[in-house]
């Protein structure tokens, strides 16, 4: 084989090497701590308690990043195939509980990191009932923007400028007791650039250093309501 010819002939296989190794980084789950999710009081959330339609806020991975915990109602979309913004793919394998309807996600918006604040929360999801006229109903609507998520489908976009869906957070459902847990997250985390923008407030609600604290034990969930004053309706 000519020299030349040979050459070419690395690099194309070079290339083809790089686009399997690019296909084969495609984003995997991220574990952190095992936290049981728990109610006000210190007790283990059961999936039974959590009403239809609810906006449930926990903080997970970090102590300063709020979370949204929502029951559909009905069992969500499995096995859901979505991309981050720049590009790594990655499968949401869907709701759990005793329906398949319970999921977790960052309530730290994918376009400019709108998020739930003890004061104030310009981002929830919104049932039939309490949608208005000109938003998708059965999404997470962020009153920025107007960017929409549709939770049933892994947070994908559904509407308005993000980028990427949210970022799912992995909860384990134990069938024995209806007690649940996160695990870890799936999707594009913002986590770092989010600590970056909003270090100042953070530790003016959290408390120096503590917001990029990891949770571990167990984490507590509050309906929306009770964790902000005031709900942002669009
Ligand atoms: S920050 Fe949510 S739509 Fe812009």
Avoid at 9 to 25: P, W
Avoid at 59 to 69: A, I, K, M, V
Avoid at 79 to 104: F, M, R
Wanted: charged content about 25%.
């Amino acid at each position: 084989m000519e020299r030349r010819e040979f050459i070419k002939m690395c690099a194309a296989s070079a290339a083809f090497a790089a686009r399997d190794v690019f296909a084969a980084a495609d984003l995997k789950p991220r574990f952190y701590s095992r936290a049981q999710l728990v109610d006000d009081h210190g007790r283990p959330l059961k999936a039974a308690r959590l009403v239809v339609g609810e906006n449930y806020i926990f903080h997970y991975p970090f102590e300063g990043t709020p979370s949204f915990l929502l029951n559909l109602g009905k069992p969500t979309v499995r096995e859901v195939e979505l991309k981050t913004e720049n590009g790594p793919a990655y499968q949401w394998s869907g709701g759990v509980g005793p329906k398949n309807a319970i999921v977790g996600y960052s309530a730290i918006c994918a376009h400019r990191m709108t998020y739930p604040t003890p004061q104030i929360s310009f981002i929830s999801y919104r049932d039939k009932s309490t949608a208005s006229r000109l938003m998708r109903p059965n999404t997470i609507h962020c009153c920025s923007e107007h960017s929409e998520y549709d939770p049933a489908s892994g947070a994908r976009v559904v509407g308005g400028p993000a980028p990427q869906p949210l970022c799912a957070i992995l909860l384990e459902y134990d069938g024995e007791n209806g007690e649940l847990y996160a695990i870890g997250t799936l999707g594009g985390e913002m986590f770092n650039a989010f600590f970056d923008k909003f270090e100042f407030k953070l530790a003016l609600d959290y408390g120096a250093d503590r917001a990029r604290q990891q949770v571990s034990g167990r984490t507590v969930v509050q309906e929306l309501q009770q964790f902000c004053k005031q709900r942002v309706r669009c």
